[in-house]
């Protein structure tokens, strides 16, 4: 999950890294919550470190019970420029 203040960027993979979706959604746990599950249960859910991202993640986890990290933001900048992204 890509946390902005507005929207949501969920991409959602398969055990063998194909990606199932990969769209923006409003910032709303519910939506989101019901986007990933049309996809299947998730085994984690990961979450870029920022503002407003960990009252997020708290809610996602308060109401789905799913495992959720926080990536740590220079990771993901790496990641970004990295030709797996």
Do not use: S
Request: hydrophobic residues 35%.
């Amino acid at each position: 999950l890509d946390y902005h203040e507005d929207t949501i960027r969920v991409c959602v993979m398969n055990p063998d890294g194909k990606v199932l979706y990969n769209h923006n959604q409003p910032n709303d746990v519910r939506r989101v919550a019901a986007v990933i599950r049309v996809c299947g249960q998730p085994t984690g859910v990961v979450l870029e470190a920022c503002c407003g991202a960990a009252d997020f993640a708290t809610k996602l986890i308060e109401r789905t019970g799913w495992k959720v990290r926080l990536a740590h933001p220079g990771y993901v900048r790496r990641m970004k420029r990295g030709p797996d992204k």
